[in-house]
């Protein structure tokens, strides 16, 4: 289906942020936008705002101040919904209440033509349920943009069950032309993104739970070793911790209390202490003194719990197998001059095991390393975690067995500050921290897959371009090998005895089958 033209008028109703911004997208593409909100002069500060921001471009060049022009001349407030007769596309951006947005779109209903196309842009109401009473259900679909919407490039075209898919598709093509990175999804709890997501954040407040680190050293590693943009601490607090709470709380419920997607305690405390991150001065990090500063950022954060300097003479390096993704690190080791002796692999181990002397040094599985050294009688070994890319990465987390001496443990730590990677231990935990996140991600995005909520090119899409992930986590599980992530997902069930880590069934099948998600 073809985009809307140009000279169609689009409606947007609610001028807060994210309409506004709505209402700045469509017009920035060249369409006439009403823009229309309850409270008195809410559209009319909504466009002045929209002013403010568009020549904030034109003094860093990056805008003329004639298109600034243009595009306000294309934004009308108005003071009815009766001015919406003639849109040919209204969006939908107010309070998440669901009777207040059916009552709205019931309206709709009844002002525009039968060709009109109506649109929520909610993040985590049905789109099944605001269409349901109304008389033409299958011209409502969701368009859910990400804030600030004329930034983030994701938008999700969401169908109910009774959306057309000629609507659902013309929402696509409209928003590609709007200079969006459209992804098809079926509405069910949190569409595609609040979904998959949640393990990032839930991961990283078990951990803290537990003890194996604390907010600053989890942050560091999943930016540093994982490649992600923020750490899921600094994330909460910029999101919002009641925002946040509410958005797992929301899928929790929708869910039926799935495990999956179980809220933190945690988070809760920090909701209920009125510690909300940095709009309220406070989160898991504190803001006040750069706030009362003026700085952007807030104060500074505490600084991660890497080692000290380790001092230990190195061994040769044996690598026994193949190292497969693990190439680079045994190419930095090469590079930092630690001699290497080659071995074939001892087995059908698909990743290769590291020796120094006596100790051994292995790529996580998921079990604690006191379980595994247990389990393949060894005395001394020391897992490392996951890294997005090991030449690129500057962090690490290891975690030693029960019996691993503090001798062994130097000769580790030494080793891996050799090839100029800080070294945070971590508590023994199952997965460490990068693994048993992606891990959980891409079992929880091939879950959305399997139960048809959106594709697997989607959902890797949706992830990269929605919450800016370094790579869409199925490609990411495929890069590792489908086997690996699965075998990761059943020793972190084991360990902790709970269907939250159940590995996806699609997951599995593929993981057997030796399939892919893409081909």
């Known amino acids: 289906m073809p985009a809307l033209d140009t000279t169609i008028v689009v409606g947007v109703v609610g001028a807060g942020a994210m309409g506004a911004g709505i209402a700045q997208v469509a017009a920035q593409a060249g369409h006439p936008v009403r823009l229309y909100d309850t409270r008195d002069g809410a559209a009319e500060a909504g466009i002045a705002g929209i002013r403010q921001q568009l020549e904030k471009r034109v003094a860093k060049g990056k805008l003329t101040q004639e298109v600034v022009e243009a595009v306000i001349e294309r934004l009308s407030p108005v003071t009815s919904l009766d001015d919406f007769a003639g849109c040919g596309l209204v969006v939908e951006a107010i309070v998440e209440k669901l009777e207040v947005k059916r009552e709205l779109f019931a309206r709709l209903e ?30 409502l679909a969701g368009l859910h943009f990400f804030n600030p919407a004329p930034v983030m490039k994701l938008v999700e075209i969401v169908s109910g069950l009774a959306t057309a898919p000629a609507i659902a598709e013309t929402l696509y093509a409209t928003a590609a032309a709007w200079g969006k990175t459209p992804v098809h999804a079926s509405s069910t709890p949190g569409f595609i993104v609040n979904r998959v997501a949640r393990p990032f954040y839930a991961e990283g407040l078990r951990l803290l ?69 940095r709009k309220s001065g406070q989160g898991f990090y504190d803001y006040r003194q750069g706030q009362r500063e003026g700085q952007r950022e807030g104060a500074e954060k505490p600084a991660p719990r890497f080692a000290a300097p380790a001092h230990a003479d190195l061994p040769p390096l044996v690598v026994e197998g193949e190292a497969g993704f693990l190439a680079p690190l045994v190419e930095r080791a090469e ?84 090839l100029g990677l800080a070294v945070a231990w971590v508590d023994d935990t199952p997965g460490l921290v990068v693994l048993r996140t992606v891990a959980m991600l891409a079992n929880e995005a091939a879950d959305a897959v399997h139960q048809g909520v959106c594709s697997a090119a989607d959902g890797d899409l949706a992830m990269r371009a929605g919450v800016n992930y370094p790579r869409g986590p199925l490609a990411w599980a495929e890069a590792l090998g489908l086997g690996y992530v699965h075998r990761t997902l059943t020793h972190l069930q084991q360990s902790y005895g709970q269907d939250r880590y159940r590995a996806a069934f699609l997951l599995r099948r593929k993981a057997i089958a030796e399939e892919r998600f893409h081909e």
């Open 110 to 139: 009844a002002i525009c033509g039968e060709a009109a196309i109506l649109a929520s842009n909610t993040s985590s109401l049905s789109i099944t349920s605001i269409a349901a009473n109304l008389e033409h259900p299958e011209r």
């Open 335 to 418: 590079a930092a001059g630690i001699e290497l002796v080659r071995h074939p692999a001892q087995g059908a181990e698909a990743l290769p095991t590291l020796r120094l002397g006596e100790l051994t040094l292995a790529l996580s599985d998921g079990r604690c390393a006191t379980e595994r050294a247990a389990d393949e009688r060894r005395e001394g070994l020391v897992l490392f975690d996951l890294c997005l890319d090991y030449a690129e990465a500057s962090a690490i987390a290891l975690a030693a067995s029960a019996a691993t001496g503090e001798s062994q443990r130097a000769v580790a730590a030494a080793f891996f500050q050799r």
């Open 209 to 277: 739970q537990e003890g194996a680190a604390d907010a600053a050293t989890l942050d560091a590693l999943l930016r540093q070793a994982g490649g992600f943009r923020m750490g899921p601490f600094e994330l909460m607090d910029l999101i919002g911790h009641d925002v946040n709470y509410a958005v797992t709380r929301s899928v929790f419920d929708a869910y039926y209390g799935d495990t999956r997607f179980e809220p933190s305690l945690v988070q809760l405390a920090l909701v209920e202490a009125g510690r909300l991150g």
